[in-house]
T-cell receptor, first 121, second 112 residues
């Protein structure tokens, strides 16, 4: 099956620093990737949709200047949390779908990465 | 985006069949229904997807009535390793890819 990786899996940083999280599709090309955030014991919340070669589309309430998304290639999207603060501590998850995979009885399945645990001190 | 409603939690004994029902009253004509499984500190994993009637794969079955306003995920003979959160998602057609919204999910606890 399609594999999505994330790096790092866990990061601890000081308040005010910036953190970059990478999301890679290992065995397929992904024109579209999604970034989610998940707080403890809560559901996943879609933050933005990342499109290769164009600007990301952010969900309402997500600060685009704080969460910078770059999708420079068909296999890599990055999320940079700028000037991170303790309230940004969360589990960040990316996903990607394979274009054209949908069949007559299915739609584009999303393949999720393993997630990145961000802790801001 | 169609909103989904699921029970917050369920308990089941090992070896039993578990049925988790999801309501999605505002599902659109082009929306598909997808179920994911998530273990703690891991990304969600695809379980099954359907549009109408019944779909079955090696791990689960998905039952969708004719009005498509609900769906039921059926897990046969659960084991302890099936303890996880199960999400029902209804996808929105956003220019060729499926943009989805996660609901609260159902936390399934399998008891020995």
């Amino acid at each position: 099956g399609a594999v999505v990786s994330q790096h790092p899996s866990r990061v601890i940083c000081k308040s005010g620093t910036s953190v970059k999280i990478e999301c890679r599709s290992l065995d397929f090309q992904a024109t579209t990737m999604f970034w989610y955030r998940q707080f403890p014991k809560q559901s996943l919340m879609l933050m933005a949709t990342s499109n290769e070669g164009s600007k990301a589309t952010y969900e309402q309430g997500v600060e685009k200047d704080k969460f910078l998304i770059n999708h420079a290639s068909l296999t890599l999207s990055t999320l940079t949390v700028t000037s991170a603060h303790p309230e940004d501590s969360s589990f960040y998850i990316c996903s990607a779908s394979i274009p054209g995979l949908a069949g007559a009885n299915s739609y584009n399945e999303q393949f999720f990465g393993p997630g990145t645990r961000l802790t801001v001190l | 985006l169609a909103k989904t409603t699921q029970p917050i939690s369920m308990d089941s004994y090992e070896g039993q069949e578990v049925n988790i029902t999801c309501s999605h009253n505002n599902i659109a004509t082009n929306d598909y229904i997808t179920w994911y499984q998530q273990f703690p500190s891991q990304g969600p994993r695809f379980i099954i997807q359907g549009y109408k009637t019944k779909v079955t794969n090696e791990v689960a079955s998905l039952f969708i009535p004719a009005d498509r306003k609900s769906s039921t995920l059926s897990l046969p003979r659960v084991s302890l390793s099936d303890t996880a959160v199960y999400y029902c998602l209804v996808g929105e057609d956003s220019g060729g890819y499926q943009k989805v919204t996660f609901g609260t999910g159902t936390k399934l606890q399998v008891i020995p």
